[in-house]
């Protein structure tokens, strides 16, 4: 992008489309949490319907809801990526899926949590 001879706007996305309740379960089940769903619209909740996680979330415990502080006046409602530009300017395609950027982002958080608990140990020794 950077190489191009002139600046050009480009999408880097996967031109995939995924709701927040997929991202949610995918994250979930990556800390070994299986989440069920009860309700509709703004008053559908996420609960725990199974749980191999060594946390003190329990079946049934709901986990997920809808917050209406945070609804956006303007939100659109199906958002995707089109990345064919990139793609046939730049011959740019994603390397890594969707499972796999939750997997590194839960990671990633999983890592940051382990060493707050470890600073705030060594503090309070």
């Known amino acids: 992008m950077l190489q191009q001879k002139e600046p050009d706007d480009y999408v880097i996305a996967t031109g995939e489309a995924h709701s927040v309740r997929e991202f949610a379960e995918l994250a979930f089940r990556e800390v070994g949490i299986k989440i069920g769903w009860k309700g509709k619209g703004v008053y559908e909740k996420g609960f725990v319907k199974n749980s191999d996680s060594d946390t ?14 945070y609804f956006r006046p303007s939100e659109v409602d199906f958002l995707k990526g089109d990345p064919s530009k990139a793609r046939k300017k ?25 060493a707050a608990r470890q600073s705030r140990f060594e503090v309070i020794r």
């Open 90 to 114: 730049l011959g740019w395609k994603p390397k890594i899926t969707f499972k796999e950027l939750i997997r590194m982002m839960v990671k990633s958080d999983l890592s940051a949590l382990t």
């Open 56 to 69: 003190n979330i329990k079946k049934g415990d709901i986990i997920i809801g809808v917050d209406k502080r």
